[in-house]
């Protein structure tokens, strides 16, 4: 196993990346990076960014596509979709909100904000089984997204006024007399310091601050009568705080952008080896100095050498949701696209059911997406999308006519398509034909990785 | 057979030579795999659970039709004595009930009598979540028994998922676990590759996935071998539950044709194929039974009978029938009295059934009192969480109380062997 120098080098590994003889801007590279920041890429982004170079492609992603997949600009895109979400009634089925996400992961011209997006659902994990409320989930959605790239402060007072979150944490009455300590706690522990960055009584203090914040019907609110508006000492800090003061004090907290940046790393480098303290230091000062814009480390990530080191390429495990909405970019079936939600059905049997993340902690990731019942269905998912029986998803593919389109004999283009340098493509043997070509790069081991 | 399959068949002969000529030898990878790892281990044993939903009434279940107390409070529902089936001198199963009052008499079925809980909800919904959390507080929803099992006793990364929900119902409460999402599985085809064409053709794509798997790659790559001996783990066991599947073509089914007698014999099917899955979870709904209770439950009781008897003759007949204990529970009795409409109403304490090589067969405990009843309902003198505990602790080999609470000792229904 191949570890990276730059791991113990945080100036170079955090520098931007400028292609060399050693490290040319090949194919790996280009499809390492829409992997991660997106979810895959078709063939014509592929060849339009190996062409552009690193800095055109790594801004064109921070920036957003022209169009979308589907050929509308990409603001027409947004605009039907976001009307879509805002249609969403009490009656709208789980499926429903997650075929909606998954449709706007498929076709988005903005991918990374989609990636962040799906990202600050396993940060801020919340879940329908126990909101129980469709409009709800589907709000906290359109905020996420909102303020995905956005700055991480606002965010964090907007989700700690977001009904879902406090339905979902018990805390929609947050009384003077009795502070409940759950938001304050996972607001700490899990959103933004980690444990053992503060104290019992910070958690006590900051529940205090919290009072007279409820849910009425649906609604945040404030109730002044049932808000403490005595001293309270949070971090070393005393006044007279409000819900209001709680980001910009839990911001202030050094931990907070340290924190942040070991989940960005996970993200975006590397799930298998934990990142020095030393590594972290570097983004965590770069999201300090930006007054926490979650771009700025985003793009010192992306650019970065590290970034785009053969080391690190495939150190992830796919989620399902990446390899459902990448499969399906990748392989351009978009017009008509699949069933979304007959999508979103198959992630929930490779184990990531949207709006439904197991805990507050969100999903595991990593070696936990890998079991024998999800590995059967990651399978069955590349039999139905490249055959003709699964009426929801399968007959839409034409292997044969993609490949052709774009004029690579079909062994290497997919190869080329979906692993890259990952494998030879003469591991596929004598196979020619394309479904099936396409059919085993899909269930190789390597696709499964990231 | 078409070119392509030919390609395919091809193509799994080249793959294999590339790997008889790779530089580094090839990993034995079935020996390596999670499943080979978790089969050695001591405990292999399975637990099936069964959810009576609604409320099954215990009084006609395990029926004290010599007592006093149940001919005088059960008039249109009484059973007459002359159709039940014996157990001791006053107690006895329903007449519906032969199959199972065989296992009894074969000394593979513990009946645990007065079962139940302080202060008992007689909510269906509230009280199953009791049930199924073995918590008393509200809202302590965040996990189930079973869950919390599983969290503290994961499955090797890579292996078979450790716990499994078997219906049409959402997930299980009782499966909720904070760390793995428990899959629910209505058909085999969900549990099998989904491969089309003929048995021929079937079998070349599978050869093909797996050739391609199974090849040495030329870096050591930890997280790559791990993905591709979970990715083979998982074709060997489609590969084995696809044989016992053709095994049984053709061959009738020797399950009644119940709902739950097929939804055991799915999990017959895979346990059969040597999944290390050792948690099941299945329901049969119906048992809200208010009005005109009679003929309703008898088919309910016969169902339970039959199908419990089905599987238990299946595991036999395999081999496997003393890895597997099942049990059953239903969120609550019902009242001692009848209603006027022929039915019974929410009431508390009830028996359970726990099916497989128990050390106490027959009755456990005595039947709960009629003189002592609670607002009309019988009342407890067996913890659930006491079961659960002997289960877990007896059964599984699983520390109980972490999940079920230090105070709640396991009853002896095992033999008691301590790890």
């Given at each position: ?7 113990d080098?945080?100036?170079r590994?955090?520098a ?5 003889a050693?490290s040319?801007?090949?194919l790996?590279?280009?499809a390492h ?8 890429a078709?063939?014509?982004?592929l060849?339009?960014?190996l062409?552009?170079?690193p800095?055109a492609s790594?801004d064109?992603l ?7 997949g589907?050929?509308q600009t990409a603001?027409?895109f ?12 009490s009656?709208?089925?789980p ?5 909606l ?6 076709l988005t011209?903005?991918p990374?904000?989609e990636?962040m997006?799906?990202?600050?659902h396993?940060h801020?994990a919340?879940?329908?089984t126990?909101?129980e ?27 700690g006024?977001d ?10 009455a947050n009384?003077k ?9 996972e607001?700490?522990e ?14 006590q203090?900051a ?7 409820f ?18 000492t949070?971090?070393?800090k ?10 910009g004090?839990?911001v202030s907290?050094p931990a ?7 989940k960005?790393y996970?993200?975006?480098?590397s ?17 300090r ?7 700025a ?6 650019r ?6 053969d ?6 495990v796919?989620?399902?949701v990446?390899?459902?909405?990448g ?8 017009k008509?696209?699949?069933?979304a939600?007959a999508?979103a059905?198959?992630c929930g ?10 805990s ?9 997406w ?12 590349a ?6 029986d ?6 839409r ?6 490949a ?19 494998f030879d ?10 479904a099936e070509?396409?059919t085993?790069v ?7 990785l990231? | 057979?078409?070119a ?8 799994s002969?080249a ?7 790779g ?6 990878f079935l020996?390596?795999?999670a499943?080979?790892a ?5 405990n292999?044993?399975i637990l ?8 099954n009434?215990?009084?006609?279940t395990?029926v004290?039709?010599k ?9 249109a ?10 157990i001791?001198?006053e ?5 519906s ?6 296992l009894?008499?074969?000394g ?15 909510s269906?919904f ?5 049930w ?8 302590a ?5 079973l869950?919390?099992t ?6 090797a990364?890579?292996?078979?998922i ?14 909720k676990?904070?760390?793995?999402e428990?899959p ?7 549990y099998?590759?989904?491969l089309?064409g003929d ?5 070349e ?7 391609v798997?199974?090849?040495d ?32 073509a053709g061959?009738?089914s020797?399950?009644?044709?119940f709902?739950?007698a097929?939804?055991?014999?799915l999990?017959?099917?895979?346990i ?11 329901s049969l709904d119906?048992?809200d ?16 009978s039959?199908s419990?008897a089905a ?9 496997q ?8 529970f ?7 009295a ?7 109403d ?9 099916v497989?090589?128990?050390s ?14 609670d ?13 659960y ?9 699983c520390?109980?109380?972490p999940?079920?609470?230090a105070?709640f ?6 033999g008691m062997?301590?790890?």
């Amino acid at each position: 196993m191949n570890t990276s120098p730059l791991l113990d080098d945080p100036t170079r590994a955090w520098a931007p990346f400028a292609p060399g003889a050693k490290s040319p801007w090949n194919l790996a590279r280009v499809a390492h990076l829409h992997r991660r920041a997106g979810f895959a890429a078709p063939w014509s982004i592929l060849q339009r960014d190996l062409k552009d170079g690193p800095v055109a492609s790594v801004d064109r992603l921070l920036k957003g596509e022209a169009t979308s997949g589907d050929g509308q600009t990409a603001d027409e895109f947004d605009t039907l979709l976001d009307s879509m979400n805002a249609g969403v009634g009490s009656d709208a089925t789980p499926t429903r909100l997650q075929g909606l996400w998954i449709y706007r992961m498929i076709l988005t011209a903005r991918p990374l904000r989609e990636r962040m997006t799906l990202f600050w659902h396993n940060h801020f994990a919340t879940s329908l089984t126990k909101v129980e409320n469709p409009v709800l989930m589907q709000r906290q959605n359109d905020l996420l997204r909102e303020h995905a790239l956005g700055n991480f402060q606002t965010m964090l007072a907007v989700i700690g006024k977001d009904p879902a979150m406090l339905v979902w944490l018990d805390s929609t009455a947050n009384r003077k007399a009795k502070p409940n300590e759950n938001y304050a706690r996972e607001v700490m522990e899990l959103f933004t310091l980690g444990r053992g960055r503060y104290t019992e009584k910070d958690i006590q203090e900051a529940a205090r601050a919290f009072t007279g914040a409820f849910v009425v019907r649906d609604r945040y609110s404030e109730l002044p009568a049932q808000h403490d508006d005595g001293s309270k000492t949070i971090f070393g800090k005393t006044g007279r705080f409000k819900p209001d003061d709680l980001p910009g004090l839990l911001v202030s907290q050094p931990a907070c952008a340290e924190f942040l940046c070991g989940k960005l790393y996970r993200q975006f480098v590397s799930e298998v080896d934990a990142p020095s303290p030393a590594l972290i230091a570097p983004l965590a000062k770069v999201f300090r100095d930006s007054g926490y814009d979650i771009s700025a480390p985003l793009r010192t990530i992306l650019r970065s050498n590290l970034f785009f080191d053969d080391a690190v390429r495939r150190r992830r495990v796919k989620s399902p949701v990446d390899i459902a909405v990448g499969t399906i970019r990748a392989l351009e079936i978009v017009k008509p696209t699949v069933s979304a939600e007959a999508l979103a059905e198959s992630c929930g049997r490779m184990g990531q059911t949207l709006y439904a993340p197991p805990s507050v902690a969100g999903w595991d990731g990593g070696t936990a997406w890998i079991n024998t019942t999800a590995m059967l269905n990651r399978t069955n998912l590349a039999l139905a999308l490249l055959g003709t029986d699964n009426a929801q998803i399968g007959g839409r593919c034409d292997a044969k006519a993609l490949a052709a389109k774009h004029g690579v004999e079909s062994r290497k283009f997919y190869t080329d398509l979906l692993v890259q340098d990952a494998f030879d493509s003469k591991i596929l043997g004598l196979v020619k034909e394309p479904a099936e070509v396409a059919t085993l790069v899909l269930t190789t081991p390597e696709y499964q990785l990231a | 057979m078409s070119a392509n399959r030919r390609d395919f068949l091809r193509s799994s002969l080249a793959a294999s030579t590339l790997v008889s000529m790779g530089a580094s030898s090839i990993p034995g990878f079935l020996s390596q795999s999670a499943r080979a790892a978790s089969d050695s281990k001591n405990n292999d044993k399975i637990l099936v659970v069964v959810q009576l939903i609604g409320g099954n009434d215990g009084l006609n279940t395990v029926v004290p039709h010599k007592l006093d107390g149940y001919s005088k409070a059960r008039r249109a529902l009484r059973l007459a004595s002359g159709q039940i089936h014996k157990i001791s001198d006053e107690i006895g199963l329903h007449p519906s009930m032969g199959e199972m009052a065989k296992l009894v008499e074969a000394g593979r079925v513990s009946i645990v009598q007065g079962v139940g809980y302080p202060n008992p909800d007689r909510s269906h919904f509230r009280s199953m979540e009791i049930w199924e959390t073995a918590k008393l507080e509200y809202g302590a929803l965040e996990t189930g028994w079973l869950g919390r099992t599983l969290d503290a006793n994961p499955a090797a990364a890579g292996s078979d998922i450790a716990g499994l929900h078997v219906g049409t119902r959402s997930l299980a409460l009782a499966l909720k676990s904070k760390k793995t999402e428990v899959p629910s599985l209505t058909t085999l085809e969900q549990y099998r590759l989904q491969l089309g064409g003929d048995i021929a053709a079937k079998r070349e794509v599978r050869d093909a996935l797996e050739r391609v798997a199974r090849l040495d790659r030329p870096a050591a790559d930890p997280l790559l071998g791990f993905v591709r001996r979970s990715t083979l783990a998982a074709y060997d066991s489609s590969k084995k539950l696809e044989q016992l599947n053709q095994q049984q073509a053709g061959k009738k089914s020797t399950y009644p044709d119940f709902g739950l007698a097929r939804r055991l014999e799915l999990i017959a099917q895979i346990i059969k194929a040597g999944f290390g899955t050792r948690i099941y979870y299945t329901s049969l709904d119906g048992f809200d039974t208010h009005a005109n209770q009679l003929g309703a439950h008898a088919a309910l009781m016969n169902q339970l009978s039959d199908s419990i008897a089905a599987f238990h003759k299946d595991l036999t007949n395999a081999g496997q029938a003393d890895r597997v204990a099942l049990l059953t529970f239903s969120e609550f009795g019902r009242r001692v009295a009848e209603n006027a409409s022929a039915g019974t109403d929410h009431g508390a304490a009830a028996p359970l059934f726990v099916v497989g090589p128990v050390s106490r067969p027959g009755l456990v405990g005595a039947h709960p009192s009629f003189d002592d009843l609670d607002d009309g309902d019988l009342k407890h003198h067996t913890d659930f969480r006491r079961v659960y505990a002997s289960l877990l602790e007896g059964w599984l080999g699983c520390p109980a109380a972490p999940v079920v609470g230090a105070e709640f000792r396991p009853m002896e229904l095992f033999g008691m062997k301590k790890a």
